[in-house]
């Protein structure tokens, strides 16, 4: 698996700001999770969606393609680190 989270630079209150996603060997979104500037975080798997997050309807491009957009930066991560999120989108916090 390949993990992603990409910064989405915009002042755009209606998308999100960070996405995580897991990818299979042929680039293709397993798990996505969105984090949008009001704090909400959504997810979708190959199962669920929540807060209208949906999978890629294509693979994810290289990070070197994603990056030729100056809105995006994106980074490769550790499981671990999108396991953190992909748990803190699916079992918030209790307030």
């Given at each position: 698996?390949i993990?992603?989270?990409?910064?989405?630079k915009?002042?755009?209150?209606a998308?999100?700001?960070?996405?995580?996603?897991?990818?299979?060997?042929?680039?293709?979104?397993?798990?996505?999770?969105?984090?949008?500037?009001d704090?909400?975080?959504?997810y979708?798997?190959?199962?669920?969606?929540?807060?209208?997050?949906v999978?890629?309807e294509?693979?994810?491009?290289s990070?070197?393609?994603?990056?030729?957009?100056?809105?995006?930066?994106?980074?490769?991560i550790?499981?671990?680190?999108?396991?953190?999120?992909?748990?803190?989108?699916?079992?918030?916090?209790k307030?």
């Open positions: 698996m993990y992603l989270k990409v910064n989405w915009h002042e755009d209150q998308y999100p700001v960070v996405l995580y996603s897991e990818l299979d060997e042929d680039r293709w979104e397993v798990r996505k999770v969105e984090v949008f500037p704090g909400r975080w959504t979708a798997s190959e199962s669920q969606s929540i807060g209208g997050t999978l890629g294509l693979p994810i491009p990070l070197e393609e994603i990056a030729e957009n100056l809105e995006f930066e994106p980074h490769l550790s499981e671990s680190e999108f396991e953190l999120a992909w748990n803190k989108a699916v079992f918030p916090p307030n």
